[in-house]
């Protein structure tokens, strides 16, 4: 039976992301028996058991560390793994026999000014080393898998596309099941909503300014919901969001939690997601299998999520982004047979299968 790792000690550290990914693939390969002896390398400071049946290790070395390539190898050593699987991008000198890395986008190299310095020299200086160290990448989308080949010169064979899945709490909910959590987070019953990081890649200002737009034309469109934690450069771009002149419609939620999540997309008019880059885009797919409509940019990796689903606009045009809004409101009928489309396109997305994809590289390795 092989020895097989799978870096999970980010998730001691930030929910969402590459979090969620990591614990999702956990549960999924319990559904699935998978026939390898699996270690959970967590952090030594956690205190989750993120699985029943498979076993844990405690793990040192913090991720994101500048030296954690070196140290982490150190540490693996005495697990004697014939495989270790980094979901986290950057992977160890050494820690098994094979290598497989996750890559979930390469958007610090299409837009290094919205890092920070230290993150720049942190990505910028080991992603390239560990994708060529690795025997196998996972790419999360086809649009990731291009650049990977575009950008760091890597054959298409090396790169698989590993699709997420979406969780089953994500689903339509009567107002009974939802109304707590819109009322804990104070909140209106009907809104426009955004999910994710807050940070200038996802184009929160441009967001801002289109909703300015809106209102003017209609003044009692619903408010716009911000979801989501501070990331880079987050002082700067809440100045640059509050220039619209819209604070007082604008509300900006930091501790929503996973399990609220599901009301949010139950109660809200459309998901908006025009990011200037997305690696994946998880909350479209999560919005969608709440049957809500997403609004997503039409560059990336979301337009190959969403399909036919919801609108598609040009992130760096806030008119567009305005008439998106304006028709998801003022089109019921539009609206209705996008959220049933929406429920039908996400139903295609399974943990199970991504998990099943995961599993038949190690295998291919291995053998």
């Known amino acids: 039976m092989a020895r097989i790792g799978l870096d999970a000690r980010l998730t001691h550290y930030r929910v969402g992301g590459t979090s969620r990914y990591i614990t999702a693939l956990v549960s999924a390969f319990e559904q699935l028996q998978a026939p390898h002896?699996?270690?959970?390398?967590?952090?030594r400071k956690s205190r989750e058991r993120l699985s029943d049946r498979f076993k844990s290790a405690p793990i040192w070395t913090p991720p994101h560390h500048p030296l954690e390539r070196?140290?982490?190898?150190?540490?693996?050593?005495?697990?004697?793994?014939?495989?270790?699987?980094?979901?986290?991008?950057?992977?160890?000198?050494?820690?098994?026999?094979?290598h497989v890395i996750t890559?979930?986008?390469?958007s610090f190299i299409h837009f290094p000014e919205y890092f920070t310095a230290a993150s720049r020299n942190y990505y910028n200086g080991q992603i390239a080393a560990s994708a060529q160290r690795a025997d196998h990448i996972l790419a999360v989308s086809e649009a990731t898998k291009r650049d990977l080949m575009d950008i760091l010169d890597l054959p298409a064979e090396m790169i698989t596309v590993q699709l997420h899945g979406v969780d089953e709490q994500f689903k339509p909910l009567p107002p009974s099941q939802s109304a707590g959590a819109i009322q804990a987070l104070d909140l209106p019953d009907s809104f426009f909503l955004f999910?994710?990081?807050?940070?200038?890649?996802?184009?929160?200002?441009?967001l801002a300014w289109a909703y300015r737009e809106l209102k003017l034309e209609l003044p009692d469109a619903p408010q716009l919901v911000l979801a989501g934690r501070p990331g880079w450069h987050f002082e700067q771009l809440m100045a640059d969001v509050s220039a619209a002149g819209m604070d007082a419609d604008i509300l900006i939620r930091h501790s929503v939690t996973d399990s609220q999540l599901p009301a949010l997309y139950n109660h809200a008019v459309?998901?908006?997601?025009p990011s200037f880059y997305e690696g994946f885009g998880l909350p479209a797919l999560e919005a969608m299998a709440c049957g809500c409509v997403p609004i997503v940019s039409q560059v990336a990796s979301l337009p190959e999520?969403?399909?036919?689903?919801?609108?598609?606009?040009?992130?760096?045009d806030t008119t567009t982004i305005a008439a998106a809004m304006k028709?998801?409101?003022?089109?019921g009928d539009w609206r209705e047979r996008q959220a049933t489309k929406a429920l039908k396109r996400a139903a295609g997305f399974r943990w199970v299968d991504s998990a099943r994809t995961a599993l038949n590289c190690y295998d291919a390795l291995l053998n």
Request: hydrophobic share 40%; aromatic share 2%; charged share 25%.
């Open 327 to 331: 028709r998801t409101l003022i089109d």
């Open 70 to 98: 070196a140290t982490l190898s150190l540490e693996l050593w005495r697990h004697r793994l014939d495989l270790l699987h980094s979901p986290d991008f950057i992977a160890p000198i050494r820690g098994g026999k094979r």
């Open 37 to 43: 002896e699996l270690t959970l390398l967590q952090s």
């Open 195 to 206: 999910v994710g990081t807050l940070e200038p890649r996802k184009n929160l200002a441009g």
């Open 103 to 106: 890559v979930h986008d390469l």
């Open 270 to 273: 459309a998901l908006l997601m």
């Open 305 to 316: 999520i969403v399909g036919e689903v919801g609108g598609k606009v040009d992130p760096h």
